[in-house]
T-cell receptor, first 115, second 113 residues
């Protein structure tokens, strides 16, 4: 099973709202990622968690707050977003240091619209 | 800086024709190489990957890619295009397991009936 699930599929929020995106995997992967993807562009890395610890933050604004409650779950908390934050948010997961390259498996994404 | 280029932001082929999507990376050190496909309003799906060993890699949906170190290339091919192949294709590289994945800009494939 190489499935990463994400909820919700679509989200519309105002600039004063607080919402959360959720990602889940049951592949035993210990690295999880958040990407942002604008239309017709490649994914841009936002955050990486390795063994439930934040290992990479790509200078993402503080209005995006990641959380990794356990090895299977990854959340992205959203607050006071701007219209330019509207995008497809992708979650991915991979093994860590198993002696081979760690292939990232992606979820279907959450389509976020900020009004 | 290390980079990935994909020649042709948009490629159109006729149904049944050969598909060739180009990918080149900028390093003399061979990386780990991936091709992902993204259908409209969906996430990225792994098509195939090269790590070590055989340089011709077979993937899902009839796609294959060949790693050519001398040309720093990893072009994706499929002998006969199908309408369902219409999608965005991303080449990606990673130099070690601890590096970030670097994505190419993507190639949009259209299949003409």
């Amino acid at each position: 099973d190489t499935e990463v699930t994400q909820t919700p599929k679509h989200l519309v929020m105002g600039m004063t709202n607080k919402k959360s995106l959720k990602c889940e995997q049951h592949m035993g992967h210990r690295a999880m990622y958040w990407y942002k993807q604008k239309a017709k562009k490649p994914p841009e890395l936002m955050f990486v968690y390795s063994y439930e610890k934040l290992s990479i933050n790509e200078s993402v604004p503080s209005r995006f707050s990641p959380e990794c409650p356990n090895s299977s779950l990854l959340n992205l908390h959203l607050h006071a977003l701007q219209p330019e934050d509207s995008a497809l948010y992708l979650c991915a997961s991979s093994q860590v240091g198993r002696g081979e390259v760690d292939t990232q498996y992606f979820g279907p994404g959450t389509r976020l619209t900020v009004l | 800086a290390q980079s990935v280029t994909q020649l042709g932001s948009h490629v159109s082929v006729s149904e049944g024709a050969l598909v060739l999507l180009r990918c080149n990376y900028s390093s003399s050190v061979p990386p780990y190489l991936f091709w992902y496909v993204q259908y409209p309003n969906q996430g990225l799906q792994l098509l195939l990957k090269y790590t070590t060993g055989a340089t011709l890699v077979k993937g899902i949906n009839g796609f294959e890619a060949e790693f050519k170190k001398s040309e720093t290339s990893f072009h994706l091919t499929k002998p006969s295009a199908h309408m369902s192949d219409a999608a965005e294709y991303f080449c990606a590289v990673r130099w070690t397991s601890y590096d970030k994945v670097i994505f190419g800009p993507g190639t949009s494939l259209s299949v003409i009936p």
